[in-house]
């Protein structure tokens, strides 16, 4: 199995940002990821009306989730897939809180819910199972960070006992990879890794990664927010901080990662 994966921090549809809005920019994100054309991508910060419009220009896509808010409230971490290679098995979400089955719950040391989006999907022509989660971790508050990322590496872990699949994690997360919240996505469950940073394979190649956050300003300096990890399951064929623009004008205030994994 062998797909195609990226991490989409999309913007919010915000009439302040002038020319960046939604609406300037909408078909050249849209035709980003065409032109990638990624099997499963995780976006952030995605509207309900962002996302029916992506529907609308990407007729090949489907996608899954809930805003952070509860029902279309908010802000989403939308998981999108190719409908025909890949078929949803079962799809849910949870809130980073102490209390994560509720909807819009949110820690006390910051002023937003945040959440986590997965789906056990399963390739139609082989019939091979993986597990996706796309999360957007705290902006503000590293307490909030920390407690997000344990309870995704928490809540793979306890899926694992039940399906020990091919897993993937796209996100924004907020945090440079010297930040321990980004080190805790990695930690260990029963004696295990759980996740890796496909960024090692880059830097392995002697590549630098630079930043992925550019405020539509472009450029590479600075250090990465927003990440893919797997599980040791796959193996890592291609990672890109993709940084194409049009003229002075970018699809998104990040740029997409994307790259190939490959699962024997």
Known sequence: ???????????????????????????????????????????????????CELEEMLPEYEWIG???????????????????????????????????????????????????????????????????????????????????????VDHIAEAWRRYPLPTLLTGDMNADPENPAVAALSSERDGKRVLYDAYDWLRAQGGEVGATFHGFKGGTAGAPIDYILHSSHWRVEEVRVDRRSEGSRYPSDHYPVWGVFAAE
């Open 1 to 51: 199995m062998r797909l195609k994966v990226m991490t989409f921090n999309l913007r919010f549809s915000n009439p302040g940002d002038g020319e960046n809005a939604w609406p300037h920019r909408k078909e050249l994100a849209a035709g980003l990821i065409r032109d990638v054309g990624p099997d499963v991508v995780g976006v952030q910060e995605a509207l309900f009306s962002m996302l």
């Open 66 to 152: 809930e805003g952070r808010g509860g029902g279309v409230n908010s802000e989403f971490s939308a998981v999108l897939y190719r409908r025909e290679r890949l078929q949803p098995i079962t799809a849910d979400r949870f809130w980073l809180s102490h209390r994560p089955g509720v909807p819009a719950s949110r820690v006390p040391e910051t002023g937003l819910p945040r959440m986590c989006t997965h789906v056990r999907f399963r390739e139609r022509r082989s019939e091979r199972e993986f597990l996706f989660y796309n999360t957007h971790l705290d902006h503000a508050s590293q307490v909030a960070r920390m407690i997000g990322a344990d309870l995704i």
